[in-house]
């Protein structure tokens, strides 16, 4: 693991909330450089205010083993919006199994049979960005409350919102600091750290399903497609709305 430059104060002499120009410093050593620097530098500067939300796609299983291997004591969360594949609840066993951690699961105040009955069926097929932000995006403010930073999975060459994150920044939509390891990494990227460290996956990927999302708006992909083609397939939709960026603002600290 690549050893840090940054400064390292002492934990009590940190704030609990990171300032923009911590931010804008620590996204600026910190890129270019190794998800294990990345990561390293997050676990120590927010501690148990740290926490990962991952849907368990390959990326996210990268990120768990470098945070397994570091035995990273945050909190690790999975939106369960009871849409998910059977194989995506399945490789949460594993993952506890490989690593001994628990991801938390963080589900909706309403069932899918609730959810469905309250607006006459399922809302995915007819009004998809309904359905996501009911069902991912409050339930992950609600999972966030308390932490001061969280850790994403996105890569800069997924879609244009994803393309000018930073390493690290403030996340005006649900009002804390953002880790982004992978930014620079590609499909290739992840895929030779997957085969390399033996990282536990989601079997559907080996099924032409290179993302993964809720089975009734994930779709396999044809050999070669575009990566994210089969998310929300036949529609311009190809976010749930967690990584999209509203507006521009700072911690205002």
Request: aromatic share 10%.
């Amino acid at each position: 693991m690549e050893t840090m430059t940054l400064p390292k104060p002492e934990a009590a002499a940190l704030p609990s909330r990171i300032s923009d120009d911590e931010m804008a410093e620590a996204s600026a050593q910190l890129e270019g450089k190794p998800p294990e620097a990345v990561l390293e530098w997050a676990v120590e500067r927010f501690g148990r205010k740290l926490l990962f939300s991952t849907a368990f796609g390959a990326e996210g299983c990268c990120i768990l083993h470098i945070l397994g291997e570091m035995h990273a004591p945050i909190r690790y969360i999975n939106l369960d919006t009871g849409y998910q594949f059977k194989e995506t609840l399945d490789l949460r066993d594993r993952v506890r199994d490989r690593y001994g951690i628990d991801v938390e699961l963080i589900q909706p105040e309403l069932s899918v049979a609730e959810y469905e009955e309250e607006h006459g069926g399922p809302l995915f097929n007819i009004r998809p960005d309904q359905c996501c932000f009911d069902r991912k995006i409050v339930p992950l403010r609600r999972a966030l409350k308390g932490s001061d930073a969280w850790i994403s999975s996105i890569r800069r060459d997924q879609t244009k919102d994803r393309a000018v994150a930073q390493v690290v920044s403030w996340d005006a939509k649900f009002g804390l600091a953002k880790v982004n390891p992978l930014l620079t990494w590609t499909f290739k990227d992840v895929w030779a750290f997957i085969y390399k460290h033996k990282v536990p996956y989601n079997p559907l990927h080996d099924q032409n399903y290179p993302s993964i999302g809720c089975w009734p708006c994930t779709a396999s992909v044809e050999p070669g497609g575009d990566e994210r083609s089969g998310r929300w397939a036949g529609s311009k939709k190809k976010e749930c709305g967690l990584h999209v960026i509203e507006h521009q603002a700072g911690s205002g600290i």
